[in-house]
């Protein structure tokens, strides 16, 4: 597609050709630390975190001062609160007045197409309640191909609550457009929904559904996992019940492939304990760190091209 | 007046020829969106804000980034607080070292004022309690302008709570300047207070004082709303008698002139419900979401007005 | 030392070469308001405040912008809250991708070491705990300077809490590297602690422990206070035994020096009251605005430093 102009509300939107043009403009784009492009200057983005989050916010507004855009916004929800009786429709419908590209989180599912339906300018969603978080599968797959070498002929295991976490849905919306082999490791309860199923399996991609990661983690080239978000469940004690399954150290990563690799979208400690032990950090496997900065140029990529400048 | 140096604090303080000025000069600018001027790129814009507001806020940094100026502040009341014992003028005399010029917002009135009593660079009234909002009042009036052709010879109502509502006010004061008819429609207890009135009275504008706007729907030009500010009304049973009242849907606006324009400065919903319905927004006298790219314009000219460069 | 890709955790790690190194670039920059330089045009500094913090946050992000770099950060702890599980070396780790030096304020004590210790870019320590607060030493020591010509030979009183103030405790490592004489003026209680003292005693400068300000309120050139900070008292009998002493007005003040200056890192007032009194502002020895725009200068210098660009 031609993303000028374009919304990023779902990765479901992306065909293989759509992903891999975005690589390709990422990697265009050289050093991207200690530097500065002046590509869009012209522009500003807002910021509109309708819930808090620290990693993709800083992740956007990084990206667009490197690309030498000017960035206004809100952090924080206290702030939205204060406007809370106003639609969303109506909050798009001002901000687009004094922004150019808009990335936002909100806690609804649906909230980013609500916005794109409405928006003038682009939209970017950075994450809306349990539903997608686009931006964050597409530097997930950048990483997974930059540490890879390719994405196709991987065996890769999605890990965790399937059913409420974006960041899993996501991902395997765009693993779909890959040859790969997708294990989706979760309890039987928390399994991929059928509005992700149901793409997957018309794409013809390898699946099988498990509980027991320890069935493949010895033939898997990459495993991404992410927490339980305890406030998405309705039934609070599937929450308990499950909330210590698929924690991972040296033990349990004992056995894996040479050049296994695991991610994760970070934080990978909740309130509950690490999901990722820090014993693991400095295992070749661990390469929740690259993605971070692999995040900033994805971003720097994406509003680019949905500004029509690259 | 020269308004170089200069703090906006009242929108009393305007001559006709200075409200002119400004509306020329924001004109100068063009188009400013997917734009960036370099005509304030020395300068920094402080935004205080002692009370929330996305709007305001946003459409001043959008404003100062428009022209290459910097932007530092605080969003959020929850980071004043923390400084809740220092007074206004040690935190106007400190900030003045960090930037060149400040916008803010605070919930107390005249404490813009204050403010501009002990700073040595500019203050832009952003709203200061009940008292007075004067750059919404300058954009409120060049949206007229643009929108009519000219402000003179129109039949204005202002609709609400006059007597808490800052851009009511404001707005009044703004309009005695020009040769307009009035209609001040509000409860009977919630009457345009004398400091505002005397002016307006000494102005020899027409006005009349009503309390159903439905006498004069069908013969003004414009109707300006705003929201019942509970948190202002010292007897909330005032506020629980009115709350409901004046609020417009296709129905009440039945009969209007053809050329007819409603305004309100946003959000037109509040915890009560919609002040102006979204059935109203397709009709072409819906011209509220016009008004915040004005907003943008208006602030980009009092920014460059007071920094002398322009 | 070498300032480049060096974080900036205690003052103690300062040589007197290291701080008059600091003041000449500082005064290298020329005048610093209505103006900016690009010298830092290709970096992103991040603030971090744990803790809310307006006066040094803003005063870094001015410095940033002063020098052309770009700003991302949170201001909140609210914010932070969020990420609360998540440990402060994750934190650093993640925010590294997104800029080139990190600001950061912090609750605990030796928090900004610890982030030092895993981070690849620059931290700068904008006060962690009761621990230490170097910018505001350098900022202190180079206000002393300039108004007094040099420090060598000045008689200096350090008046409060000198147990919990990190303004205090940096500004005792700070001072150590030149030929004053010392007075440390606090509850006997809340004296300079064992890890100061020491280097302290190394020095050879002259210090006297004291409990009452008149006895040397006469004689002294500088003096020095900040607030009791109620949040860090173990035992609040202590902080309500001593919160209204050394509190400063134009009374206790007669008897000073013609050239006495009085300094303070604000806010002076805190929820008991003025420490120094609005009377007090209009006398010569008002020297706390002036630190204020010294502060900017001073991390304007640091950033450039520990960027490779000074």
Same mark, same amino acid.
């Given at each position: ?16 050709? &759509? ?120 530097? &997930? ?70 509980? &027991? ?98």
């Amino acid at each position: 597609m031609n993303f000028k102009g374009k919304s990023i509300v779902s990765m479901n939107d992306f065909s293989r050709e &759509d992903i891999e043009h975005v690589f390709s403009v990422s990697e265009s784009f050289g050093e991207i630390q200690r530097a500065r492009l002046d590509i869009l200057r012209n522009y500003i983005l807002a910021t509109l975190f309708f819930e808090p989050s620290t990693r993709t916010r800083l992740s956007f507004e990084s990206a667009m001062q490197r690309l030498g855009g000017g960035v206004i916004g809100f952090a924080d929800p206290s702030v939205a609160r204060a406007g809370e009786a106003e639609p969303l429709e109506d909050t798009i419908r001002v901000v687009q007045n004094y922004a150019d590209v808009i990335a936002m989180r909100h806690n609804e599912a649906e909230a980013a197409k609500k916005a794109a339906d409405v928006s003038r300018v682009p939209i970017l969603n950075g994450g809306d309640g349990p539903n997608e978080h686009p931006t964050q599968a597409l530097l &997930d797959l950048y990483t997974i191909k930059k540490e890879k070498g390719q994405i196709d002929g991987l065996k890769i295991a999605l890990v965790g609550d399937l059913f409420h976490l974006r960041t899993l849905r996501s991902l395997a919306y765009g693993l779909c457009r890959f040859d790969v082999q997708l294990f989706l490791v979760s309890p039987p309860e928390l399994r991929l929904n059928e509005d992700v199923m149901v793409p997957l399996k018309q794409s013809g991609v390898f699946y099988k559904e498990l509980t &027991d990661i320890r069935e493949i983690i010895g033939q898997i080239d990459v495993l991404y996992t992410d927490y339980f978000p305890k406030g998405r469940f309705k039934d609070l004690s599937l929450y308990e019940k499950y909330k210590m399954e698929y924690r991972f150290n040296r033990d349990t990563l004992k056995g894996v492939k040479e050049d296994f690799i695991i991610l994760h979208p970070m934080p990978r400690k909740d309130s509950v304990g690490y999901q990722i032990y820090p014993d693991v950090d400095s295992l070749h496997c661990a390469r929740y760190f690259e993605q971070v900065l692999n995040g900033v140029r994805i971003r720097m990529a994406l509003l680019a091209m949905v500004l029509g400048e690259r």
